[in-house]
Each structure stands twice: as C-alpha cells, then as structure tokens.
C-alpha cells in the first residue's frame, strides 16, 4: 500500500514538472500580431507614481560622514550636494561649463573675477540667501567654509584638492605646511605639540588664502600659482559648499578660533560621527535633511523657501522643490532591489554592474538613446506590459579602469607574486617593469576586444588617452596599443632582460602573478585576459591569475607587492590634471614606484599645462607633450570607459546625466 | 534544582570568556594590515595612515596585551580615564554601520527580537503539528503529502526560497513588502510624535494609538516569518513524526489503549508529552538562532535586524563588529541552553538526579 502511495506521488510530480518545463515561453505563444498590437498601445506604459511627491532612491553605499570637510565618496557626497549649494555649479549634464549658484557670476579674466596673472580668484556672493535654521548666509560663512575645510586636513579627506592650489603645488594637506621636514600627517596628538606661534600662523595664512569683503560682498581666494582647474574644483562636492559658521561651531565643529584649530584636525571619523557634524547636515540647498538611520535610510525633505528665483540653465527648476521627501534606502541586494522597482516602491532601477544589465533588459518596454533622450524625442514603446524604460549611449564618462605595472615591486620580507625573483625563467626581477619593452610588450599582448564586447558588452570605448572624453586634451586620434601578437613578441625580443647565463627574455620566458580581489569580475576577467594574451606569445610566458580576499588584496597593494594590477579613478572634478597629476606625479605615480626621472618627466609637463589659464595653449601642451611621453613610456594599459545606460520608471521626469554628481540632483526630478 | 542552575549560571561568565578568547584569537591571525584595511581607503599617503592607525590601536601588540585592552579598555596617560574596554560597556564603534556597536545593538535587536517573536508560533507550532498530523495518519495519504510538502521546503536554500517570495507577493502583487516599514509608516515612527516605548515597533504602534502601523507592521512580517517557517518545518514536521511514532509503539500506549482510553487521549496525553522532549530541545536553539538574527532572511527581505548588520560587518572584515555580535550571538545561546536544560529537568527527573 504505502509503496503504492509513493509510486503514484513521484509520477504526479515527475508529470507535473514535465508540463511546467514543456510548457512554451510566453514569448513563443504569444501571436506576432497581438505583440504588435500592444507595441501600439503604448500609453498604457506610461504609468504614474502611487506618491508622486515623494522620491524613494534603492543605494548600496551609506556615507561614511556627512561632515563636508572629510566625507570623499558619493553615498555621503549626494547628501551634501542636495542640503548645501556651491558657488557656482555645473549646467545642467555639462561637467565642465559652469553657472553661478551662490555666487553672482562666474570668475572669468573677462568680468575681472579671474586676475590677469591668475593668482586671484573672486567670487560676488549672493544676498538674501538664508540657511535651512532661517540665518543668513554671509561671506564669512563662504570664507569660513574653506578655511575650516583646509584646517580640518587629514589624507583621508579631499582637502588636498584646495591645499593644493592654495598652499602650494604638490602638497597635499595642512599638516605639511605646519611641518615640511616632518609633516605630522593624521597625527592630531603630534600637531598639538608644535608651539602655539607656530600653529596660528598656519591658521592665519589659511585664512590670508580665503578672504571675505563684507563691504563688497565678494570673497577671494589668493591662490599660489594659477590653476587652471580651480573653477571646475568649486562646483561640486563637500569640499566646495557654503556652510554655517554658528551652525559647525555649536555642532562640534572648529568656531574659527586660530588658537583651537588643532584640536579640530584629522578627527577619526567614528568621532566625527557622533557630532551634529558629523551625522546631520545643515546648508542653504533645495532640501533639508530630516534624518540618518545608519544602514537604513536617509530622508531628505524640500526646503520650501529655497531662495533660487532665476533658473540656473534653460528649463531648470525655481523655489521649492517638486519632490517633497527624498527617501534614500539601503537595499544590498540586487533582487531585493528590482523587486522594489518592479512593485513601484522605488523610484530607481539600480543595478549592481553591467552583469546585470541583461536581466533588467527582460524588464524594458521603451528604449531611447541619450542624444534623442535630451532633444526631447518620444520614447520608443516596444512592450508596454513591461515596467521600465531605458536610456542608452550615455557617453559622458567620469570613471575608469586601467592596469599599472608596479616598476620596482617590494620584496621586503618575499614576494610570491614574481615566482622566483630573478630573470631565470621561473620568475621576474622585481623591477621587471622598468624596462619599457615589457611594459609596451604587455600592452600589445592584451585583447581589448574581447574585453569590450565580452566583459562590458560591446558598450564601451576604448580609450586612446589618459584624459576622459570631453576633458581639455582627449584626443581620439592619438596613436594608441592595440591586440597584436607580433608587435608584443617584438618587444619582449628588444627587451634589455637576460639571464645570468646571457639568455634573453624572449628565450628565457617569465612566471609571475596578475593579481585581483575575489569577487570582482571585472578585474578577474582582465587578469585572465592579461594571462591569455601572454600565452599567445609564447608558452615560456606564464601570468598565474591570482584572486586574493580584498583586505589581503589591499595589503599587498598598499606594500606595492604586485606587479601588475588593476588601477582606477573615478573624477573629483571634470578637469583633465585631476587625471593626469593622480596618475603620473601623485598618487598611482608612487603606487606604481614610477622612477624619479620618469616623475619628474610628467611633473613638469603637469605643473606647466596646470597653470595655464589659455584654454588652447593648455590642450596643446596635454595632446602634444604629454599624451606622446604617456604613449612612450607606457606606465599603464589604458582599456575602457563605459557608455552608460540609464533604466527607469515611466513617471520619472527632468533626469540628465552629469558624470560628476554623486547620483542625483534630485531638485531638478519630478514625478507624474 | 536550584543547585543546578545556579552551577549553570556561575558556569555562563566562564564560558563566555571562553567565547570571547577563541573569536578574538581567531581573528588575531589576520595581519594588522588587514585588520585595518576597513579604515583605509584607495587614497594618496595610505601607507602612511594604515601604519598610523595599526599603532594607534595597537595591533602590533602581544595578543594578550590587545585581548586586554579589548577586555577592560585603557588608560589615557594625560588624564588618567579609562576608555573603551567591553566590560566597561563600550564596544566600540562598528564602522561597517556607521555607529557606536551600543547603539546599533539597542537599534537592531529589537527588529531581530520582533521577528524573532512572530515567528515562534508559525516556524515551532506549525511544524511540529505538521509532524503530530503526520504521525496520526502514518503511512497514509495525507502522511505523504505532509512528508513531502516539508521536504521540499527543506530543500530550498532560504535565498532562493526568499526571493521567490519576494518575487511573488511582492514584486507582482505587491502584497507582502520587505522592511520594517512602509515609507509614510516610518516617517510617522521617526518623528516626533510617535513614542518609541519598547522598540518593538507592532508593540510601540499600539501603545502609540496606530494601527495602521501595527498593520503596516505586519505586512512586513509575513515573508520573513513565511520564509523562516518554511525552510525550518521539516525538521520540526521530521522530529516530532518519529518522536511520536517512538511514542505511540511504547508498551504504556498499548496499556492505555488495552484499557480503553479514547484514541484522543492516548495521543494527547500519553503520546503527545512523551515525544515533546525533542522539539524543547530543538525549540532553543531555534529562539536562539532566530534572535542571533537570520541573516540571509533580514538581507533580502532588507529587515534591519541583528542578522543584516552581522552579514555587512563579515563581508566588509569589521573585525570590532564582528567580535561584538559574536558575543552577543554567544550570549543568547548560553542563556538559551539554559532555559532548554532547565526546562528538560522539568519535564523528565533523570536529568535533575544526574
């Protein structure tokens, strides 16, 4: 009996399982001409908001602070850029053209705002501008905002973007101007014991950098040296927002008194957290920040006597915002995610990567490319059963990924990835690198294509130069390594490398690791092509491809123990010496151990075009000096920029795309 | 009997440091360069503040001169203040969530404890009628049926059964949401007006005069609690069938049914109290785990609970995080083992002469 039972169960759910699986796709049964009658239908896609005044945003990154003079990543970067205004701001999906916002007009050598020798900047501050607690904002907070900024210091912050500029070419934060022999750097203890003199004098020299004229209502940055890019830097991010002064002193932060400043600096951000500073934000911007849920949520709501009358650009929002609350949720998970999307609870479609681009394409029902999208052409409506819309060919760019070769690795304490750490055929010297042929070599080796079209989908492109599209020296003609076996296998036989016993490299061969953080794909595929192409070339030359958890991956970076790896920005402005000073006399240039010479090579060229207020004399300088020694000397293989695609929900309105804000502007949205 | 709890519980501090020993050694053989790579971003002079941060905090340190410091805190040389130290309260602050470890245990707890309670009744009490119905009628239709409905829920992983949740009553009929709360429900519970009395927000919303919110509450708990349930109901339905199987063969069942007591009452209560013992047993750890958080259960279904803060704490190595929710999470299973054993002393005398 009990046998009987059992046989009959597992048929029903053998048979059961047969019917689901035989069933035909829904795709397959529907009629060609029932899909095209739906095609026609397509008012029914445009859906409307269940809450057409409230915005709720799915994000997979809280703030790390929402203290502007430390927070440098875009989780916090959106909040401050929505509660606080700049200066000026950029015009609309336009990163490099520039419109006043608290301030009158934008500096230029023509309305005098701009010196004639560029070592003075001044801004005409707006009046009747009134902070979020109803105060009025004055030039002194203007003033006061930067000068806390720079005081407040610490490496972690993007304060060198100012110190820069202000203080001096090359530095990166206050603590070197206390200290050039020694610089206390993030050392707050080891700051204090300087002398008092000492201490005030820096404070005061800041603020001799920033200076506010009540009487004329301007405020004026003397700056070191000219800087090109110091416009650009003022329009977005923490670093650049006007804030209360009585607000940050009673909420924790520096009053502006010169003898206190060092108590204010590289406070630990777990500190900084428990401050008003820290964990709210109080500004002059469209909204006003309600409250933060770490982990949970972030509400925004309109400021409802914001004090923009006049639009910014043609078309731009004035007074009060049309999204009343902003609700920014933490949501890790991608199905969770699109599921929110999907039952309307969210007003964003965020995927976690280009991987899953092909699963939200099943949810599209109308397709646009930008350039139709914002000459205000209609959406084409292919399936108005399905949800979202998406926005294709974004070509504006402010983020990329590259592969640096380390030019002398450390080998303090051993090194595994250079197998045995000479040229003996079973390893790399440590500073295989050094020798241009290798690095011209490898980049020939690598097969761009198939990175672009298998990896990022065929919706990338490539890279000529180190700039990005639309930056001041991009140039799309400009001689570039592509996928060729020869030109690689030639390079490794010019190659300066023998062995001991005079073998040459292309003989000898190498084995040595390409090295990536579990769980990015990206990166891992770009090892593995890295590997591939060297095989190509010769089965003497082994990359193992080595996946490391990311805080060993870190480690070893950060101990500059791998010889090849992945290197990235993303822009803090749209300038082009954000990219080429991070890449080549900065940050990646120490990273990567560049030689002195080579350093000192682009420095030069950096430190000329940067402070070169002709825009054509300073393209010139970028497309002809410095694009040919990059292409040269090949310090890195540079890949891909990905054309950005846009998915969203029917009612969305008065979206664009601006490379550089931290996600959105939302006073510029609207929902119907 | 109050001998042996009281040697349970002066045995609990013991085991706790032993919890506490054994997390923190194991997380010591991670470098200091790791430990810190948290708090570290991909910046300019990185070197330099990771070296600065691994000597503020000592992680060069002997094991046991950090497992101390963890321990009681430290002593700040200038003004002669203790700070930090677990034993003096202060856990630190979990940079994976952005806030003092205090204060997100005191925010997530709750979340985790009132999940934790709803879901008793569905995820214990179902399963195990579902095991009694299927004892009752062994070897019959309905047996099948029930063996077979808990078997396939045991074998979907709680992500994927999760999902198609969501998938389901969510994203296509938009009836069970994820969260806590709607969005207009937690600007209510966020502002000032609404009083946050136990931090259990069904409880709270009624105390508050809301039950809207108590409903809206509720939506949100139904696919977490579905979900909990399901995946855990052919353990209990497994249990409890064979325990009462056991039972119903024992020579005391023939007696009482030789006797003539109703077939009703030889079930519930010859057989039923007999093969409970198990499922006490099995209840602990369950209430244990459920309010240790489920972290793939809060994840998906974006509940902020305990769970959901201890998976991006792992997944971002925040090491004073996970040491905290460790020892919490040990906590909760020593109390918990001891409820189990004291209530099994109750139930069957052996255990109290042993």
Redesign the interface.
Known sequence: MRSKWYVLFSALVVLATLLVACQPAAEEAAPAAEAVEEAADAEAFWRTSADPTTWVETSIGDPETLDTSRDYETGGGEILANVYDTLVFMEKDQASTFVPMLATEVPSLENGGISEDGMTVTFKIREGVKFHDGSDMTVDDVAFSFVRRILAGSTVSPQWMLVEPLMGAGLVDIAEVVDPANPPYDDQATLKTYDAATLATVCELVQSKVVADAAAGTVTFNLSQPWAPFIATLANGGWAVVESKAWVGANGGWDGDCATWQNYYAVPTEELNQLGIGNSAMGTGPYVFDHWTPGEEIVLTANENYWMTEPMWEGAPTGAAAIKTVVIKQVGEFSTRLAMAQAGDADNILAGSTEDWPILDEMVGGEITYAEYMAGEPVVITDPTKPFYKVTDITFANTRTDIGFNFNVNVEGGNSFIGSGVLDGDGIPADFFSDVHVRRAFSYCFDYDTLATEVMQGEANRAPVLMLPGMIGYDEEAEQYTYDIDKCVEELQASEWVSEDGTQLYDLGFRMSAVYNVGNTLRQTIAELVQAGMQEAGPQFVVEVVGLPWPTFLANINAKKIPIFIIGWLSDYFDTHNWTSTFTSAYYSFKQNFPDELRAQFTEINSRAVQENDPAEREKIYKEEFNTLYHETAPAMLLFTTKGRHYAQPWENGWYANPIYSNKWYYSLSKD | MTQYIVRRLLLMPLTLIGVTLLIFGMLSF??P???V??Y???????????N?LIERYGLDDPFLAQYWRWMVGQKDAETGEWAGGILRGNFG?S?S????IVD?IK?RFPATVELALYSIVPLIGVGTWLGIVAAKNH?K?ID??TR?FGILGYSFPSFVFG?LM??FF???Y?IF???RLS?WA??VV?GDSFTSYTSLVTVDALLNGRFDIFLDALRHLVLPIITLSYINWALYLRIMRSSMLESMNQDYIVTARAKGVKEKDVLNKHAKPNAMIPIVTMSGMTIAGLLSGVTITE????Y?GIG??AA?ASTQ?DVVTILSLVLLTGFILLVANLIVDITYAFLDPRVRLS
């Open positions: 991670l470098s360069a790791e430990r790579s948290l570290v971003r991909d910046i300019p002079k990185n070197d330099i503040v990771m600065s602050y940079r969530a952005n806030q003092n997100l925010r070897d239709l099948q049926i077979l999902l969501l998938m969510y994203a296509k938009q949401p994820p969260d969005n937690m600007l966020s994840t998906i279904f974006i902020p959901s803060a991006a190595l």
